[in-house]
């Protein structure tokens, strides 16, 4: 199994339908991130969590919100979503401590989001 | 002004040639640099990481950063087809909270 798993890996949905995107861990990792990467911006943090009960926005959160179910679980849902949040979406986590950045990000294999 | 900038390409080369990939940087405080391969339609995979100024070698591989210019550097050496991705390069400051990335480098090696 992956490290970290995201789901579902392709999704088309209609504008105002909110969608829910989800990703899980097996690293155990407390650091959780969600990116999403748009061709020529790169990856654009989307929200970060440091543990269960932390939650911080990242630089293009609106729109966004997200839920830290456990310390293995980071959702991200779209409210209500809109065809400029067609993109690829990245979960990623870090372990800083151990790895003083030799382990970078780990990250899931992404979920290609179509909205229409 | 973006934290990184990156020449986002792309690069097309023959099969052996050296490749250079650069990135240039605005914020003094980036302490960890470092450099992600993609695939395609995959997420990118850690492929080098530095800590402050200096060269680091893996293989075929070299990561450099100049802090005092702000400019990091991965170079392959007899590039293979296989090399052929999308490039990410980023930096972090010492606590690691948040890491910057560059546009990503699509490079083409040609068998």
């Known amino acids: 199994d992956a490290d970290v798993t995201q789901t579902p890996r392709n999704r088309i949905t209609k504008t105002g339908k909110r969608i829910m995107l989800e990703c899980s861990q097996t690293?155990?990792?407390?650091?959780m991130y969600w990116y999403r990467q748009d061709p020529g911006l790169g990856l654009r943090l989307i929200y970060y969590?440091?543990?269960?009960?932390?939650?911080n926005k990242g630089e293009i959160s609106d729109g966004y919100s997200v839920s830290r179910q456990a310390q293995a679980k980071f959702s991200l849902s779209l409210e209500s979503a809109i065809p400029n949040q067609t993109a690829l979406y990245f979960c990623?986590?870090?372990?800083?401590?151990?790895?003083?950045?030799?382990?970078?990000?780990?990250f899931g294999s992404g979920t290609r989001l179509t909205v229409v | 002004q973006k934290e990184v900038e990156q020449d986002p390409g792309p690069l097309s080369v023959p099969e052996g040639a050296i490749v250079s990939l650069n990135c240039t940087y605005s914020?003094?405080?980036?302490?960890?640099f470092m450099w992600y391969r993609q695939y395609s339609r995959k997420g990118p995979e850690l492929l080098m990481y530095?800590?402050?100024?200096g060269n680091k070698e893996d293989g075929r591989f070299t990561a450099q950063v100049d802090k005092s210019s702000k400019y990091i550097s991965l170079f392959i050496r007899d590039s293979q087809p296989s090399d052929s991705a999308t490039y990410l390069c980023a930096m972090s400051s010492y606590n690691f909270n948040k890491f910057y990335f560059g546009s990503g480098t699509k490079l083409n090696v040609k068998p």
């Open positions: 914020n003094s405080a980036f302490q960890y």
């Open positions: 990623a986590t870090s372990d800083p401590v151990s790895g003083q950045g030799n382990n970078g990000y780990t």
């Open positions: 690293k155990g990792h407390d650091r």
């Open positions: 530095t800590y402050s100024s």
């Open positions: 969590s440091f543990d269960v009960k932390d939650i």
